[in-house]
């Protein structure tokens, strides 16, 4: 969706894609608008889960509790039962259903098994993000005219123009682009708490090439998962910082985020926007 400034400030209904790394402020960007207004937050990570990836992850879950002969028998009686209670502040499920590649005996996955779930995860982003036009008709049925989709850091990996044209024709996309600084905090994050990430299929297969060789490893399976994680998430970042630019320039707009971070109040937030739509 392409405005002028004017158009955008004036505009009744203000719809946005946030585009970008978790953790660089979409958000705060988020909370600062619904201070002064209502917005539908449309939450792509928890739709994924909650929707596209629920049986998957209540499959793999199961299969763990089964190991236990005791509670397999409970739930074969149905004295107990398994429910995926996924929140959009606690999307833990979704993480751990789609895990880190490495040593088994240090929570790794074996490198087949993860593949596996990382093309789940695709799918599901993809029909998430096409969910969007149903979802701002579902805001506007609930009288909410404003919508914001926080998207998952790993939209621009789909490489599926007509999701990124879905969403440019109903929402205006909005690239938060991380400053130096907040890369550093980034990383920083990912050394501290290593998580699992969606990679690229060949990007991943490059990247654990060159890890094995580094560590003259013959097997994905001696690596150690966090280790990985801590090893491969700035080479992430740089990937993916090329492919947030394309869907900006090509579909929206970019904003820093140590401009977002100075913003106090909505109405600095949405003149910020305006100023990166002139």
């Excluded at 392409?2 to 009744?12: G, M, R, V, Y």
Aim: negative net charge; glycine residues 6%.
């Amino acid at each position: 969706m392409k405005l002028s400034a004017n158009e955008f400030i004036n505009a009744k209904h203000k719809r946005l894609t946030l585009l970008g790394m978790s953790g660089v402020g979409k958000t705060h960007l988020a909370k600062l608008l619904s201070q002064e207004d209502q917005y539908f937050h449309y939450s792509g990570d928890y739709r994924i889960g909650a929707q596209y990836l629920n049986s998957a992850i209540l499959d793999n879950i199961l299969t763990q509790v089964k190991q236990d002969p005791w509670l397999k028998s409970l739930l074969e009686d149905e004295s107990i039962s398994i429910q995926n209670n996924i929140t959009f502040d606690n999307l833990s499920s979704v993480s751990a259903f789609l895990g880190k590649v490495g040593n088994p005996e240090l929570g790794g996955l074996p490198i087949d098994e993860f593949i596996r779930r990382q093309a789940l995860h695709k799918e599901a982003e993809i029909q998430t993000m096409l969910d969007v036009p149903e979802f701002i008709n579902r805001s506007n049925q609930q009288g909410v005219s404003n919508f914001i989709n926080d998207a998952g850091g790993s939209l621009c990996e789909l490489d599926d123009e007509s999701v990124y044209q879905t969403l440019a024709e109903h929402t205006i996309i909005l690239y938060i682009r991380a400053s130096k600084t907040n890369e550093s905090a980034l990383i920083e994050r990912a050394q501290t708490h290593p998580k699992p990430l969606y990679y690229q299929a060949d990007f991943l297969q490059q990247q654990l090439a060159v890890y094995l060789s580094e560590n003259q490893f013959t097997y994905v399976a001696q690596a150690d998962p966090n280790a990985f994680v801590r090893w491969i998430f700035p080479r992430l970042l740089e990937h993916r910082k090329p492919k947030y630019e394309h869907i900006a320039q090509q579909y929206g707009y970019t904003i820093d985020s140590e401009d977002l971070y100075q913003c106090q109040r909505a109405d600095e937030v949405l003149e910020l926007i305006a100023g990166a739509i002139r």
